[in-house]
Structure formats: structure tokens, C-alpha cells
């Protein structure tokens, strides 16, 4: 897990469902959508970057490939370059 501040990973679960987790503390949710995890990780990045400057949201597909990276930015959220992401993971 990394431990970059506000960084918001949401990814499927093996089982059923999808899972947010904070790469800041290990804290993970359960929800039966990705759009349910993905909007409640969209919104604490606001926050995050709200409170400290920084937030992102990482999302992996089921064959744990990161599919989309949302930085947020002034004026709302921003796509991020997929490949740089990799590179950092």
C-alpha cells in the first residue's frame, strides 16, 4: 500500500463487490458497485486536497491493472496519465 497523503484506491474484491481503501491509513470500505466507491473516493479526495493540497484516486480493473488515475485539481477533478501511474506503483 502506499502512503502517499490523500491517495484513495479503488479496486475489485476477489469474492463480490469492490473496495476503497486509503493509502494513508489502511482503512477499506466494501461496496457492491465500483460507481459506489468510486464517488465516495472522488469526494474524500476533494477533501483531502481541500484539508492538505493533495488527493488522487487510483482505480484498478479484476485483472489488477490500474485503469484510471483522477487528480484533483482548483477547479475539479483531472484525469492523470495511466502510464505514470504505473510506473509509480
Keep these: 500500500m502506499r502512503g502517499a497523503?490523500?491517495?484513495f484506491i479503488v479496486r475489485p474484491n476477489p469474492d463480490a463487490g469492490w473496495s476503497l481503501s486509503d493509502a494513508d491509513n489502511g482503512e477499506v470500505l466494501?461496496?457492491?458497485s465500483g460507481g459506489q466507491a468510486e464517488r465516495l473516493a472522488m469526494?474524500?479526495?476533494r477533501q483531502a486536497h481541500a484539508t492538505h493540497g493533495a488527493g488522487e484516486v487510483w482505480v484498478y480493473d479484476r485483472l489488477d491493472r490500474i485503469v484510471g488515475r483522477w487528480r484533483v485539481a482548483a477547479v475539479g477533478m483531472a484525469l492523470a496519465?495511466?502510464?505514470e501511474t504505473a510506473k509509480a506503483a
Excluded: S
Aim: charged share 25%.
Design 43 to 45: 469526494a474524500l479526495a
Design 81 to 83: 496519465d495511466v502510464d
Design 30 to 32: 466494501v461496496f457492491e
Design 5 to 7: 497523503l490523500g491517495v
